[in-house]
């Protein structure tokens, strides 16, 4: 059996699980576990995959993915970041996680450091450990404004006693929901080039700022690696379909890999996707939902004594300090979810020194359900 096996569980995902085996049950379960929107992809994505499936000529596409989806994200950036992006720059992938794949293998050897910031997304972690990579956790903290600074980096090289090779940033992020604004993008990138560490900014949450400044790292680097995905704003988790903003002097590298890892994107789901991209009315309504349960939630935790652990500036989830009432986040969650059925995930996930003491609920569902699963802890923790 191979080592790279032995990581850490994705708890969010056996939470889920649990939660799915309850529901098939019977039983109530309202689910905070996942980043899974309430709301379907939206009309026009739906429309276009039915009318391809009419047809039903759907096959291999270029590995990185049909010109026509590349045009399209291009003219997003345009006229959303005020960017003049070459088509070719662009790489769709099978979901944001295949981007992940894709830049570790790319970017970096078995044995480099890469740095991220605790909390933060757990396969982050998971990939690169069973990729033989060296993960370099910096406490993203309210000294640091809850991200990475040059100044951490800094500290965290010499006390790894290696140069890092690369530098990995959400924005806005999760599980805390931090918003890294333009001016700590570009100090970020400045550092990482001037070391020659690769820079990969993931902005998968992009479209979900309820506060601070959204960027793209292009409005500031040409050379940072971004990865986005339509699985967040754009409501389409399943269709499992995300791209990625290449160098041009690296686009011929990540190809190669992509041709013999993946073949190519799913077509179908790249058809669903330009069409997507032009919902902006419909999704941002979306917004507005996730808006108003962010409202509930920042009012409702703080009256049942939960308080939140970080800004929840961007995503859609609340990272909660439940310190008060327990120092074991597992088991909370297990017992949250076996009492009252509600489903969140352990900070444990995101933080392996701290976790024990944090959970992360996202609300990212219905207004309704939102509703009834604060009523829910609120009595349960009397």
Not at 87 to 115: H, K, M
Not at 366 to 378: C, L, N, P, Y
Request: aromatic fraction near 8%.
């Amino acid at each position: 059996m191979s080592k790279r096996g032995a990581v850490e569980p994705f708890h969010a995902m056996d939470v889920l699980a649990e939660a799915t085996r309850r529901r098939d049950a019977g039983y109530p379960v309202i689910s905070m576990a996942v980043g899974q929107p309430a709301h379907p992809a939206p009309e026009a994505a739906l429309e276009a995959a039915r009318r391809a499936l009419e047809h039903g000529r759907l096959g291999y596409t270029d590995a990185l993915g049909t010109l026509s989806l590349k045009r399209a994200i291009a003219a997003h950036y345009q006229s959303r970041h005020g960017i003049a992006l070459d088509p070719q720059r662009i790489a769709i992938t099978t979901g944001s996680s295949a981007g992940f794949n894709l830049a570790f293998l790319a970017l970096f050897d078995p044995g480099d450091c890469v740095a991220i910031a605790r909390p933060g997304y757990p396969a982050y972690r998971n990939i690169m450990a069973a990729l033989g990579l060296r993960v370099v956790e910096i406490e993203a903290s309210a000294e640091t404004g809850y991200t990475l600074t040059p100044e951490s980096l800094d500290r965290a090289a010499a006390q790894a006693g290696r140069p890092l090779k690369g530098v990995l940033l959400a924005s806005p992020a999760n599980p805390t929901g931090t918003v890294t604004g333009r001016a700590r993008l570009k100090a970020l990138a400045d550092y990482c080039r001037a070391r020659s560490i690769a820079f990969i900014s993931d902005e998968i949450y992009h479209g979900l700022t309820f506060a601070g400044e959204e960027a793209s790292v292009l409005e500031v680097a040409d050379d940072a690696v971004v990865i986005n995905s339509f699985s967040k704003y754009y409501c389409m988790t399943g269709w499992r379909i995300g791209w990625m903003v290449l160098p041009e002097d690296q686009i011929r590298v990540f190809e190669r890999i992509a041709q013999s890892l993946y073949i190519s994107p799913p077509e179908l789901s790249q058809i669903a996707a330009e069409a997507a991209l032009g919902a902006h009315e419909e999704l941002d309504g979306y917004k507005r939902a996730y808006a108003a349960n962010r409202d509930l939630l920042l009012r409702r935790l703080a009256e049942i004594g939960l308080s939140i652990a970080s800004p929840m500036d961007g995503a859609f989830y609340a990272y909660v300090d439940v310190s008060r009432f327990t120092n074991d986040s597992m088991a909370f969650a297990r017992r949250m979810l076996a009492e009252i059925n509600v489903a969140a995930t352990p900070g444990f996930d995101f933080d392996p020194l701290e976790g024990h003491r944090t959970m992360r609920f996202s609300y990212a569902g219905s207004a309704a359900d939102m509703a009834e699963a604060m009523d829910r802890i609120a009595n349960w923790l009397k």
